[in-house]
């Protein structure tokens, strides 16, 4: 009888255990993104939902893809992946394919890259209304917070993304004002 009942606890406390770490992998993050030309600026309200990372797997295939196809090739490989959260920005809700976080070393916080496999809006293009450019099929967005999930970052709406001759990923943003989230904040 009590083999019985210690299998069990050890059985519910395993479930509770594996409710709790499901749990524990979702993050919020709330921003504000901010741009600026020679004649404007503007500020808008950022939630980036975090509900899981990629697999090792997953990330190797997004990169694969990256270096043989570029973009297209790696919007084509991040939409056949699974929701890893969102970024909302303007009322905008768009699902993350693509979440990376690497340490910076103990002690100093982490980097927390973020890709869609579409793009959340596009800034600039000869403004009112701007419209879809080929290639820029993908959003990008980079945190960089210390150990308490504070700290700032960048994002670009509608991006290209490849690799240079070293294996660094390049950027060419749609627009031609650089966005950048300021007071990032790990939600409590």
Do not use: C, H
């Amino acid at each position: 009888m009590k083999r019985g009942i210690m299998a069990m606890v050890i059985v519910a406390t395993m479930a509770f255990a594996g409710f709790l770490s499901a749990q524990a992998t979702t993050e919020v993050f709330t921003a504000t993104a901010t741009a600026k030309d020679a004649t404007r600026s503007a500020a808008e309200p950022v939630k980036i939902v975090i509900t899981g990372y990629l697999t090792e797997a997953d990330r190797d295939a997004a990169i694969d893809a990256l270096k043989k196809g570029g973009t297209t090739a790696l919007q084509q490989a991040l939409d056949k992946m699974k929701d890893l959260g969102t970024i909302e920005v303007k009322g905008i809700t768009t699902p993350i394919k693509y979440a990376y976080s690497r340490s910076m070393g103990p002690g100093a916080g982490r980097i927390v890259t973020l890709i869609t496999a579409k793009p959340i809006l596009y800034i600039g293009g000869n403004e009112a209304g701007a419209k879809p450019k080929a290639g820029y099929d993908v959003a990008i967005a980079l945190l960089i917070l210390d150990t308490d999930g504070k700290g700032d970052g960048e994002i670009n709406p509608a991006a290209k993304i490849k690799l240079d001759d070293q294996g660094a990923v390049v950027t060419d943003d749609y627009g031609t004002v650089k966005v950048w989230l300021k007071n990032v904040a790990k939600a409590k």
